[in-house]
């Protein structure tokens, strides 16, 4: 019997194995505390303040993000990446040598639930995923968020979240139509919160008893 984090990795799993019985799709859960958490209504004001979260790796594309970000003044938007990584030193040296003001590496947190209601934005530019904890953490939060536009964030965030395609211009086109104030921030940060309620603990401990109880192991 396989239990899959998302609806994404059973069709990998399909497609490239080819097992298609005996399965389930059990998302992750989101811990308690992000739910707690009471965030002020969007304001429209410069500079926009920007939140990315998770492992400095290659697939998460941070030099990606690094690029576009620094096309725009740091009164316009700031960047502060959390996160720890093997990439942490090349991304600062990038940081570094192009003088780029407006990007902040910020390393660990342990309280990145509190960090996270104090910025108006989350982006996140992941080429691939498997589920990506650090977005549901920041939906649960009521984070507008903006994402790339690969199907598993499609998945996790129910279609409601706001898309840029990884080209050389997406996101920058983007983020210029969330400076001119174009998207209705506070509706996706509403909707952000309601997608979330599918990563609750409690609702993830009764999908797992439900998978135990009611199915034998394959044999």
Do not use: W
């Not at 490239?16 to 005996?22: F, P, R, T, V």
């Not at 590496?105 to 996140?124: R, T, W």
């Not at 995923?129 to 199907?151: H, K, N």
Request: proline content about 2%; hydrophobic content about 40%.
């Amino acid at each position: 019997y396989t239990i899959y984090v998302s609806k994404e990795v059973k069709g990998l799993v399909e497609r490239k194995i080819g097992i298609s019985k005996n399965h389930s799709v059990l998302y992750n859960y989101v811990d308690d505390k992000f739910f707690r958490i009471k965030r002020d209504a969007y304001k429209h004001q410069k500079p926009i303040r920007i939140i990315s979260v998770g492992n400095l790796r290659p697939e998460k594309n941070y030099e990606f993000i690094i690029e576009n970000i620094s096309k725009f003044k740091s009164n316009d938007i700031i960047l502060d990446i959390y996160g720890v990584g093997a990439l942490e030193k090349e991304l600062q040296e990038i940081i570094s040598l192009e003088s780029i003001t407006n990007i902040n590496l910020m390393g660990a947190s342990n309280c990145i639930d509190v960090e996270l209601a104090n910025y108006d934005l989350f982006l996140m530019a992941s080429k691939y995923e498997g589920f990506g904890i650090a977005l549901a953490e920041a939906m649960a939060v009521g984070m507008p968020v903006v994402v790339s536009d690969i199907r598993v964030f499609r998945e996790v965030t129910n279609n409601e979240a706001i898309y840029f395609n990884l080209d050389n211009d997406g996101l920058h086109k983007v983020l210029c139509r969330v400076i001119n104030n174009e998207f209705d921030i506070s509706k996706v940060g509403i909707k952000m919160r309601d997608a979330s309620k599918r990563y609750k603990k409690n609702l993830y401990i009764k999908n797992i008893e439900y998978i135990y109880n009611n199915h034998k192991p394959y044999k």
